[in-house]
T-cell receptor, first 114, second 115 residues
Framework: GENVEQHPSTLSVQEGDSAVIKCTYS??????FPWYKQELGKRPQLIID?????GEKKDQRIAVTLNKTAKHFSLHITETQPEDSAVYFC?????????????FGAGTRLAVHP | ETGVTQTPRHLVMGMTNKKSLKCEQH?????MYWYKQSAKKPLELMFV???????ENNSVPSRFSPECPNSSHLFLHLHTLQPEDSALYLC??????????????FGEGSRLTVL
């Protein structure tokens, strides 16, 4: 079955620096790659996603890149702020059959220090 | 509010108890999910219901029994659990059709402790 590896498990940056989180997936048929942010004690929430027909997507300070050949995708956060501190999860799915069977990575705990 | 409500938020039970977790979505979605979140592990998909039919069962032990009586409600019935079943149980829903991305909307979770 699908397996998603995520690195690093923890990441500590200074406010204003950039943060990069990387994921690899195993199933070449995967076509949907979302990123979720989970603040302490809160629910995971979608922050950005990308489909396999697109190589890069940006939304203000957040961007995601996808390399289908290498089966890698990455989350880039620029100009980090303390409120970016959270656990970030990548996921992958084939998104077929009327539902979205998301397989998640283990998560990256990002700490942004003022 | 994301429109996905879970109750109870916290549950402590003994290994011989029977309890249920409830999830309700007010988003008109056609699929609902149960995920298990344990410390330092990926979110583990347990069950998926699409149009009230169970379509995924990821080798979950029979002491977990899901029920989806209608498209808005999802239950997880628990019996004779083990301490290692202690975790945060997250419910989610999605609407996957056409160009819709099928984004999962999660509830706040039910924190389960098995003594």
């Amino acid at each position: 079955g699908e397996n998603v590896e995520q690195h690093p498990s923890t990441l500590s940056v200074q406010e204003g620096d950039s943060a990069v989180i990387k994921c690899t997936y195993s199933d070449s048929a995967s076509n949907y790659f979302p990123w979720y942010k989970q603040e302490l004690g809160k629910r995971p929430q979608l922050i950005i996603d990308i489909r396999s027909n697109v190589g890069e997507k940006k939304d203000q300070r957040i961007a995601v890149t996808l390399n289908k050949t290498a089966k890698h995708f990455s989350l880039h956060i620029t100009e980090t702020q303390p409120e970016d501190s959270a656990v970030y999860f990548c996921a992958a799915s084939k998104g077929s059959g009327g539902y979205n069977k998301l397989i998640f990575g283990a998560g990256t705990r990002l700490a942004v220090h003022p | 509010e994301t429109g996905v409500t879970q109750t109870p938020r916290h549950l402590v039970m003994g290994m011989t108890n029977k309890k249920s977790l409830k999830c309700e979505q007010h988003l008109g979605h056609n699929a609902m999910y149960w995920y298990k979140q344990s410390a330092k592990k990926p979110l583990e998909l347990m069950f998926v219901y699409s149009l009230e039919e169970r379509v995924e069962n990821n080798s979950v032990p029979s002491r977990f029994s899901p029920e989806c009586p209608n498209s808005s409600h999802l239950f997880l019935h628990l019996h004779t659990l083990q301490p290692e079943d202690s975790a945060l149980y997250l419910c989610a829903s999605s609407q996957f059709s056409g160009a819709n991305t099928g984004e999962l909307f999660f509830g706040e979770g039910s924190r389960l402790t098995v003594l």
